[in-house]
């Protein structure tokens, strides 16, 4: 069975860095695209970025554009997010996602992602 893992998170303070990976088994990675998304304490889980299989085409959400970036290794059938100035607002539970077909534009809902990992918390402190 599909199963995503996800690691790398902790705490850091503001302005830290952090790199998150998602390692998935039970699927040629390659074939799909894939996103992290990440609940805040008390709000609604959103998206963050997406990444297409072949990792040519990527998204932001405008809070974490410039300071985000995804990446992937398919060959490792691994997904990674490395995120640099950290901020007290992307304190977290960040998940990463795998979708079948490339919904472009529209990437950050989460209907269209038929596996999810479990997530990894990150804490960004002032």
């Known amino acids: 069975q599909v199963q995503l893992v996800e690691s790398g998170g902790g705490s850091v303070q503001a302005g830290g860095s952090l790199r998150l990976s998602c390692a998935a088994s039970?699927?040629?990675?390659?074939?799909?695209?894939m996103a992290w998304f990440r609940r805040p304490p008390g709000k609604e889980r959103e998206g963050v970025t997406v990444?297409?299989?072949?990792?040519?085409?990527?998204y932001y959400s405008d809070s974490v554009k410039g300071r985000f970036t995804i990446s992937r290794d398919n060959a490792a059938n691994t997904l990674y997010l490395q995120m640099n100035s950290l901020k007290p607002e992307d304190t977290a539970m960040y998940y990463c996602a795998l979708g079948s077909k490339w919904p472009g534009s529209t990437w950050y809902i989460e209907g269209l992602y038929r596996y999810w990992g479990q997530g990894t918390q990150v804490t960004v402190s002032s």
């Open positions: 990444i297409s299989p072949g990792g040519a085409t990527t």
């Open positions: 039970g699927v040629t990675m390659g074939s799909y695209f």
